[in-house]
DNA sequence: GCTTGATCTCAAGTTAGGTTGAGGTTGCAT
DNA sequence: ATGCAACCTCAACCTAACTTGAGATCAAGC
């Protein structure tokens, strides 16, 4: 079989843009993370392969599911560069997305188990209330924005 | 009864961060945000009510639900300013609060259920992929950090 | 009266995830 | 060969949710 890159196999930003839905400017800072690493024409244009709008819809998935920029290129670092992805890479991702999205699950269960509890109980004493737990914060640290929602 | 406010009842700043476990910084930003409105003592320092308490509280608990400070000051309209909130109050941000955990959870569990038909296929086509819906992303706008998980 | 710790205000910095704009270059069609 | 859309870089701006720091004041114990 032919693995020659043909020309049709190089996209522009334009186009990768049109494909993914996201805007030109998001795809460039996608790739200031180095979550996508285009190649470049002669005249220095990116240029991206196939490939790329595989990792890019994987990107968003992964942003839908909570994960950080930060944690999307952990997992991507499982995934080949410039290769597409086999099966058994993505299945290996997609389990730990899968845990990931279970475990998230279980504690939005967990707090609307407590928050019925507090509806019935008319809860007027969140001292006592078992959904108000400090002990939860007391880890945040650090200065800039807090991640909204936690595991 | 006696509805007076005695001096035990106002309570300074520093010990309303040790009771919510928040830092002095974060309540006064939250001030600042019209989430709370202490009193202020004879020489200019916050004095807040112990309804206050439970405001925070509140304010933490719909964070950790996923709503932003301004949705939460929305919700809080509906809370009395300086009155301890009754059963009937609590009652019926609960069920609003509720109701955004049910979708949310719904949400994941719809991803979930994507997710386990990509593995089962092995998913190497992303493009016809149920899981990747480029129309879900084409409402966003404006500028700023997307809502990663939004509703 | 003094010290010490808690508060005060106001301005500036931080992180994440991007967008916007200026000023210049490429690439394709005519 | 020329025009024009698409592309380039780099710097600055944006929002959310806070933190940090400077310089001043307050409150309580000794």
Redesign the pocket.
Known sequence: MDTTLSKRDLI??????RRTG?????I???EE?SLIE?V????????FLRSDIRRVSF?LIA?QLG????E?QDEMRRLPHGRTPTAHDWRAISRSIRARLDARINELERTRDRLDGCIGCGCLSLKKCAIYNPDDRLA?E?????Q?LRD
């Open positions: 522009p930003i334009g186009e990768m843009a996201l805007s030109v400017s998001a460039r800072f996608y993370k285009p470049r024409s002669p005249g220095n244009q990116r240029r990107i942003q994960l950080s920029l930060g999307i945040s650090g200065p800039g924005p807090r909204v």
